[in-house]
């Protein structure tokens, strides 16, 4: 029997428990009207994997029924599941704990139908604080359909926090520059997502950034006089310059004024008493118009002094300030000016990353949570091993130094080009990291996601997903550079290193390999309950993807080395073909987003390569 996270003890005993249509949901006194989402959850996974509709009820439990009780002799985090012949029992010590007992009780109904295997569990989580991080900023912009999606799954896998990445993406009232052509939550999904997340036990904590990473606020005309160094700027719209040089300038008033009418506006959607104000990557702190204060006060001071007022300013609102980690980490003997109050999230998401700046902040007493990454950024499909080893090791750290959460991160980049479904591995990798100190190693923990998850009957389906990014050659990335630094007339040797990156000698090994992984994958879908197939067309897309952007590497490398590629014109259409599936399965979960800007990479190079197949007839 497969559960995700792993409880702490489990005793399978002998005998099963038959479902039968007489048999009730029952909610006993001791539950509140709020319990009620968790008998609905119950229910409907039993329709669907038992094909049985039972009723829900409050009231006198009878033989056969499955019981749902508050009780106080166990602590807040506990529950008990308890799969007897004659019925089950959920109890647990508060009405979140009981709905992680109910997630438990859906995963073995998915696996057991209607003949449930006799056993006891006692189970609760090492951390308090058990997060996942979707950045909306940087490309997707989900539909509140699908971030409801995301709050369920969220749920059944005892994730108990959530937040949102906004630079630009939310529709300020009095901001509608910064949002004018995009397409942003507005506040009537956020309040209607937060009230979704809370009825599932979820803490919906909003996530804005207040001082790095402020493209479009800074680059809007009512507001490009707060940019710290405005000649890094620029009109047209840039994957790369959207990362850097887009510092709030700390030393005009009118930034904390701006930045706090902001926080207040946001902050009221949210039922949480906690916001995150991000803070990180300050690139270009000092070294624009603050160059004069940071001269006198250094940008360690500087940099303290404006997260210190916008933290002052959260705490009367009472609220915990939340932010990242990466600055304050260089000037640790600072840190004891902050608040006691504040959270610091410190993030890492190699695979190899060491506990330095963990074990910095804890020896000057930071209140923490440690930061690991799914690691689907820039790339087509996410790199499964990569994020294995990063949030084993991140959740190693947190239990190491007392770490008060977990914070799993999904990034963007450059558009956030990844598919949400090749997050969910990730995903699953930090709910069980964070749960408890049983964690299967990868190819094993890989083996139970494809069952439980995937419905695949064969196991094989993710660890064969994770093959896929190994094959990529010419990467997304490297794709957008050539493309921005060509335009911005960059001298052609700087343009070429990025080639001289990438082992263009790999592409035709690379290619038929991916070919090999498509034909495994359709074999394993044999194995895939129906109902889950239609991730068959998701992988396709992502490996013509990997496969055609390999292609582009190789012609322009070709060309590079003045050898006329001919396969330029196939090349284009396959890129079009791919781009207009890619368009087709964006549209059905997220907004418009970055999708035009995705677009016109792919049809850049699709004009680029019919150009240079010109040059050589």
């Known amino acids: 029997m497969i559960l995700l996270p792993i409880p702490k003890q489990m005793k399978e005993e002998n005998g099963t428990y038959m479902l039968r249509l007489d048999a009730m949901i029952v909610m006993d006194g001791t539950c509140p009207q709020d319990v009620l989402v968790y008998a609905q959850q119950l229910r409907e996974e039993m329709i669907v994997w038992a094909g049985l509709s039972l009723e829900i009820g409050r009231g006198t439990v009878r033989p056969g029924d499955i019981l749902m009780q508050i009780d106080d002799s166990l602590s807040e985090e506990h529950y008990n599941l308890k799969i007897e012949e004659n019925g089950v029992v959920v109890r647990a010590g508060s009405k979140n704990a009981l709905g992680w ?4 009780l859906r995963q073995i109904v998915r696996q057991s139908a209607g003949l449930l295997p006799c056993v006891v569990i006692e189970d609760e989580p090492d951390m308090k604080n058990r997060g996942f991080y979707h950045d909306v900023t940087r490309g997707r912009v989900q539909t509140l359909e ?3 999606k995301l ?7 005892k994730l108990n926090q959530l937040q949102l990445y906004v630079e630009h993406t939310y529709l300020f009232r009095d901001l509608t520059e910064l949002w004018r052509d995009d397409t942003p939550l507005t506040a009537t999904e956020i309040i209607e997502l937060d009230q979704y997340c809370y009825e599932r036990g979820i ?15 800074l680059g809007t005309k009512s507001y490009e006089q707060l940019c710290e160094m405005p000649d890094k700027t620029s009109p047209f719209f840039s994957f790369i310059g959207r990362m850097d040089h887009h510092t709030i300038d700390v030393s005009n008033s009118a930034s904390l004024e701006l930045v706090k009418n902001m926080i207040t506006e946001y902050m009221q959607l949210f039922c949480t008493d906690k916001f995150n104000i991000c803070a990180d990557e300050t690139f270009d702190l000092g070294k624009g118009k603050s160059a004069t204060l940071a001269a006198q006060k250094g940008v360690g001071v500087m940099y303290m002094e404006y997260i210190k007022e916008l933290f002052d300013f959260l705490i009367e609102q009472g609220k915990t300030p939340m932010f990242w980690g990466d600055i304050i ?6 840190y004891e000016q902050l608040p006691k109050e504040v959270i610091c999230l410190n993030w890492g998401y190699s695979d190899t990353q060491p506990d330095t700046q963990i074990q910095t902040l804890y020896k000057v007493g930071a209140t923490q949570y440690v930061c690991p990454g799914v690691c689907g950024w820039n790339t087509w499909i996410n790199d499964f091993r990569m994020s294995y080893d990063n949030i084993t090791r991140m959740c190693k750290y947190g239990r190491t130094y007392h770490a008060v959460g977990v914070l799993n991160t999904d990034w963007g980049d450059f558009g956030h080009i990844n598919h949400p479904v090749f997050s969910i591995p990730g995903l699953i990798y930090g709910a069980v990291g964070c749960w408890g100190e049983q964690i299967p190693e990868y190819e094993e923990l890989n083996r139970q996601i494809s069952i439980l998850e995937f419905a695949d009957a064969s196991g094989e389906w993710v660890s064969l997903l994770g093959k896929i990014v190994k094959e990529t050659v010419f990467d997304w990335n490297s794709a957008v550079y050539i493309k921005e630094w060509a335009q911005a007339k960059r001298e052609e040797k700087e343009i070429l290193s990025i080639l001289e990156k990438c082992d263009m000698e790999e592409v035709p090994g690379a290619n038929e390999r991916l070919t090999e992984i498509e034909t495994q994958s359709y074999l394993i879908s044999r194995k895939i309950d129906s109902q889950s197939r239609n991730l068959m067309e998701i992988v396709q897309t992502a490996l013509e993807a990997v496969r055609v952007w390999n292609e582009v590497g190789l012609f322009l490398v070709k060309l590079q080395k003045k050898q006329s590629p001919e396969n330029g014109r196939q090349i284009a259409e396959r890129l079009e073909r791919c781009l207009h599936q890619y368009q087709r399965l964006w549209r059905y979960n997220s907004k ?14 699709a004009d680029r390569m019919r150009e240079f197949s010109k040059q050589g007839d």
Do not use: M
Request: proline residues 4%.
């Open 101 to 104: 007992g109910v997630q438990t």
């Open 146 to 148: 699908n971030l409801k």
């Open 151 to 157: 709050a369920d799954k969220l749920s059944f896998y």
């Open 203 to 217: 803490e919906l904590i909003p996530s804005l950034s207040t001082f790095g990473h402020l493209y479009k606020l």
């Open 329 to 334: 980490c260089k000037h640790p003997e600072l």
């Open 592 to 605: 418009e987003g970055d999708l035009r800007w995705i677009s016109e990479v792919f049809c850049w190079y």
